[in-house]
């Protein structure tokens, strides 16, 4: 059965750094044999229809094809609707940081004493969070959780992901 799933990829198009063009990466997605491919926006969204997915073999064509490595992280349209259902992602500056494995009791629980905003875990893989600051002015960005948690993680805003599901 084919399902619809979104690869949020980590640090692409950043300034100067790390360029990908997205006509560039939807051929790529093609070319592995992915359906109905499209992107959306430049920070690398690339939604797709298929029956499954390996995020091992994405991040290996994307190495070979681009020159460095870049963290995928996928997700179902099932998986983005229940976050968007979530009572907070209907609040003011909410942020999803879509983490790479699932968070451990002792990491939600070290989340708990250091998160000082309102925030809850998805799935055990995804933190939505309602930020009391704009995002470049909150230590609560993707780098912190990335750091805290030991783990890669790419985050989107809530807008982003609002539009993500209306190409899903």
């Known amino acids: ?4 799933f979104v690869a949020l990829l980590r640090g692409i198009n950043l300034g100067a750094r790390n360029k990908v063009d997205m006509k560039s990466l939807k051929g790529l997605f093609e070319e ?4 109905n491919v ?7 969204n690339v939604i797709f229809d298929n029956a499954a997915y390996d995020v091992s073999a994405i991040e290996t ?3 070979e094809k681009y020159g460095f490595n870049i963290p995928v992280i996928v997700r179902s349209k099932e998986e ?3 976050i968007q259902q979530h009572s907070i992602f209907a609040k003011e500056q909410v942020y999803i ?3 790479a494995n699932e ?3 002792e990491q939600q629980a070290l989340l708990g004493e250091l998160v000082e905003d309102e925030f809850a875990v998805c799935n055990r893989k995804n933190i939505i969070i309602n930020l009391s600051a704009n995002y470049h002015k909150t230590k609560f960005t993707n780098n912190f959780f990335e750091k805290k948690l030991g783990m ?3 985050a989107r805003n809530q807008n982003t992901v609002n539009k993500i599901m209306l190409k899903m």
């Open 1 to 4: 059965m084919r399902m619809s």
């Open 32 to 35: 592995m044999g992915y359906e």
């Open 38 to 44: 499209r992107t959306y926006i430049q920070t690398g």
């Open 61 to 63: 064509a994307l190495r």
């Open 80 to 82: 983005l609707e229940e």
């Open 97 to 99: 940081m879509f983490l």
């Open 103 to 105: 968070t451990s009791d």
């Open 152 to 154: 890669p993680s790419t």
